[in-house]
């Protein structure tokens, strides 16, 4: 009867309901993403013209987690290979600003994803 327990407890652990996707144009709730919105702009929009393909693969359908996507900014080397995108070091990003961008880069992505949940 003791090892019904733990079961239960784990099963509890479920994740609440989302809500309906929020559509429109991705507002800027806080400084840090307009602050983010900023960095992309100066070191990324050329290549992933709002986090669409363009020189650079789509960054919209990437669900790296902010690590992941620290490490791939900072480093040549891409996870599957050598990867073309340039290395920003600390000089060019800042630690904040990489953590700005990156709340950028996950608002981004999960208004993406709004959309096409939407146009389905």
Not at 10 to 34: D, F, K, N, Y
Not at 86 to 101: A, N, T, Y
């Amino acid at each position: 009867m003791l090892w019904l327990l733990p079961v239960l407890v784990l099963s509890s652990c479920g994740t609440a309901r989302r809500s309906e996707p929020i559509m429109g144009p991705l507002t800027l709730q806080t400084q840090q993403l307009e602050n983010g919105r900023q960095v992309f702009m100066q070191n990324c929009q050329r290549c992933h013209p709002l986090g669409e393909a363009g020189l650079g693969p789509s960054l919209n359908n990437i669900p790296l987690p902010g690590a992941a996507l620290r490490f791939r900014v900072r480093s040549k080397a891409f996870f599957l290979g050598i990867g073309r995108m340039p290395s920003f070091k600390k000089h060019e990003i800042s630690r904040e600003q990489m953590d700005e961008l990156v709340v950028y880069l996950k608002a981004l992505r999960r208004h993406k994803r709004s959309e096409a949940v939407a146009a389905q």
